[in-house]
């Protein structure tokens, strides 16, 4: 099956410093999504993209699905000590809604 | 954003028991998945719950031991049957609304199995 590669695993980083993270799959996708998942919490989305090339902004983070649409990545600029949490990728293939994620990126923002 | 309420939030259970999630939806959705996420790692699918008739299974998952319910567009359940310790994982329920194709999650619940 499809599979997603993401990384880094883990970022320790100061408070204020740029944050990037990136996924990449042996397979394209239709759509990437990035979630952020608290402790005790489900994931919550953050951004969605649906086109190749696509480039999109919800605040100080921002995502793109790549040109190949194998791959996207997640930028967070001036990182905040609230920004601590685990960041999965997923993408879908078809429009079933079916996800399949990465392993995740566990952020620590040290003020 | 739709609100999905899981019940329970957590339990701890005896082994060889089964526990029964329930999912909440306050908006009529298409469709409803069960994921799975053991502890530290990422989320798995378990299947899709169609609307009055079966579930859609992942490989690797089996009705016999997920069995899954969806009575109607907005409530779903998932019962982990004949549990052992290596059951003990997150289990999320997700929805999608009509029109999108991105899901939303619920809060999960949290199974420790003893």
């Known amino acids: 099956g499809q599979q997603l590669n993401q990384s880094p695993q883990s970022m320790f980083i100061q408070e204020g410093e740029d944050v990037s993270m990136n996924c990449t799959s042996s397979s394209i996708f239709n759509t990437w999504l990035w979630y952020k998942q608290d402790p005790g919490e489900g994931p919550v989305l953050l951004i969605a993209l649906y086109k190749a090339g696509e480039l999109t902004s919800n605040g100080r983070l921002t995502a793109q699905f790549g040109i190949t649409r194998k791959d996207s990545f997640l930028n967070i600029s001036a990182s905040i000590p609230s920004d601590v949490g685990i960041y999965f990728c997923?993408?879908?293939?078809?429009?079933?809604?079916?996800?399949?994620f990465g392993d995740g990126t566990t952020l620590t923002v040290k003020p | 954003s739709a609100v999905i309420s899981q019940k329970p939030s957590r339990d701890i259970c005896q082994r060889g028991t089964s526990l029964t999630i329930q999912c909440q939806v306050d908006?009529?959705?298409?469709?409803m998945f069960w994921y799975r996420q053991q502890p530290g790692q990422s989320l798995t699918l378990i299947a899709t719950?169609?609307?009055?008739?079966?579930?859609?299974?992942e490989s690797g998952f089996v009705i016999d031991k997920f069995p899954i319910s969806r009575p109607n567009l907005t409530f779903s359940t998932l019962t982990v049957s004949n549990m052992s310790p290596e059951d003990s994982s997150i289990y999320l329920c997700?929805?999608?609304?009509?029109?999108?194709?991105?899901?939303?999650f619920g809060q999960g619940t949290r199974l420790t199995v003893v």
């Open positions: 997923a993408g879908q293939y078809t429009n079933a809604g079916k996800s399949t």
């Open positions: 997700s929805v999608l609304r009509t029109g999108h194709t991105e899901a939303f």
């Open positions: 908006s009529q959705v298409t469709m």
């Open positions: 719950a169609n609307q009055g008739s079966e579930a859609t299974y």
